[in-house]
C-alpha cells in the first residue's frame, strides 16, 4: 500500500485496494474474477473479516492499524526465501 495509508475500507477505490486483494488471495488461496479489482466489494470484505477473526481482531472489514500490521508481516514471509526439507 502507500506508506501513508491508515484505513482501508469497504466500498473504497484505490490501489490500495488492488494490494489488499493480492495479498488476502495469497493468504487464503481463493482467486475471485472481479470486474473491478480495484474496489472494496463486500466479497473482499468478507475475506478480511475472516483473515481479522483467524487473528482475533475486530471483524469489522475495516483494514486500520492492526489488521494492517498483521497483513505486512504475512507479507514480509511470502517474499522470503524458505528452506525445505525434502526426501
Known amino acids: 500500500p502507500i506508506p501513508d495509508v491508515k484505513l482501508i475500507t469497504p466500498h473504497q477505490t484505490s490501489d490500495n485496494v488492488l494490494w489488499l486483494r493480492h495479498l488476502i ?3 487464503d ?3 475471485e474474477a472481479v ?3 480495484r474496489f ?3 466479497n473482499l470484505a468478507a ?3 475472516n483473515f481479522q477473526h483467524q ?3 475486530t471483524g469489522d472489514g475495516k483494514v486500520g492499524d492492526k489488521t494492517m500490521a498483521h ?3 504475512i ?3 511470502l517474499n522470503s526465501p524458505h528452506l525445505e526439507i525434502t526426501d
Open 71 to 73: 497483513l505486512k508481516n
Open 47 to 49: 475475506r478480511v473479516i
Open 25 to 27: 488471495t495469497s493468504i
Open 55 to 57: 487473528h482475533q481482531l
Open 75 to 77: 507479507a514480509s514471509t
Open 40 to 42: 472494496y466489494d463486500d
Open 29 to 31: 488461496g481463493k482467486i
Open 35 to 37: 470486474e473491478q479489482p
